[in-house]
């Protein structure tokens, strides 16, 4: 039986040399073995990026739009450029790997490597899907926490990475943490000056009539791939598509609101800051239905 699987690539950027000259761009391993040195400094630093893909009936989703994002997270940081057809190759081959899942997901990691040596670290390492059936059914409870930065942080301050999917996490889990102590599963960003952000790892989307609504991707928020994916399907079903500055009663007067994100997929939100709000059961089964389904 082989639920996981790792690729580890030889050469993650063309910039960069080899980590074994001739080798292979990515190899299959065994994702139990240890392969980081303890010096890298995507484990020392957090300095590195990552990306987590979901898996359908063994196909990668929307992977061109994840490897965009890979290579323009890279850049934030400053890192060598990926190689992004070697990175295609060592996702599709992780995902093929495993014995066969209705979900499963593959997460890309690229780091700076090991303090001077001058080589990235990168690897796909590919799993099943955790279930979350409750949370695409029954919804999820938010608290909007506020995430210190101005709506205009990605302009004004770069350095700060906003809007890169860097290794440095560690926010963003600590915001679970206080979530669950305010009795709700997640969490809603909100700028300094009372903007609607993103979620912890999702971005949110709201339908306001016949219009689906999510913050402009110039907030120092991720672009998502899912919200993107959700916008295309709204388009196809006649729906209308914004981006828009959005205050904290937008997501309270919203006729419904999800956190979206790859693997988690539209968790539906039924609960703001202790106070209960509708989900809108039909067409949050069509979004999910959709995004399982996805071929590329
Ligand atoms: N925003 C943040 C901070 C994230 O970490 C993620 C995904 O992990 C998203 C948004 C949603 O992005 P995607 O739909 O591409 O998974």
New binding site residues.
């Given amino acids: 039986m082989t639920t996981t699987a790792l690729a580890l690539l030889n050469q993650p950027s063309a910039e960069a040399p080899p980590h074994r000259e001739g080798a292979a761009p990515w190899e299959l391993v065994d994702p139990d073995a240890p392969h980081v040195r303890i010096l890298d400094l995507g484990v020392t630093r957090g300095d590195g990026v990552f990306e ?1 893909i979901s898996v359908g009936a063994g196909r990668p989703q ?1 992977l061109v ?2 490897l965009k ?1 890979l290579a323009r997270s890279a850049a934030s940081l400053e890192l060598p450029a990926p190689d992004l057809d070697a990175w295609e190759g060592a996702v599709r081959a992780a995902a093929d790997a495993i014995d066969p899942v209705p979900e499963a997901y593959v997460k890309t990691v690229l780091t700076r490597g090991v303090e001077g040596d001058g080589r990235p670290t990168g690897w796909a390492y590919a799993a099943p899907a955790d279930d979350f059936r409750a949370a695409r059914r029954d919804g999820i409870r938010v608290v909007m926490l506020d995430r210190g930065y101005r709506h205009d942080v990605a302009q004004t301050s770069p350095w700060l990475l906003q809007g890169a ?1 860097s290794l440095s996490y560690a926010v ?1 889990r600590a915001v679970i943490r206080e979530a669950k102590r305010r009795n709700a599963d997640d969490v809603v960003f909100v700028s300094s000056d009372g903007y609607l952000l ?6 949110l989307l709201l339908r306001v009539g016949d219009t689906l609504v999510t913050p402009g991707t110039h907030l120092g ?2 672009p ?4 993107g994916d959700l916008f295309a399907f709204a388009a196809q079903r006649g729906l209308g598509t914004d981006y828009a500055l959005l205050r904290p009663e937008d997501l309270h007067s919203a006729d419904a609101a999800w956190l ?4 988690r997929h539209a968790a539906p939100i039924r609960q703001v800051d202790g106070v209960d709000r509708p989900i809108d059961e039909e067409f949050t089964t069509a979004l999910n239905a959709y995004l399982v389904a996805r071929t590329e």
Avoid: C, D, F, P
């Fill in positions: 987590t929307a739009a994840h994002r999917k963003n993103e979620g912890s790892t999702s971005n928020i991720l998502g791939t899912t919200q979206v994100s790859s693997v």
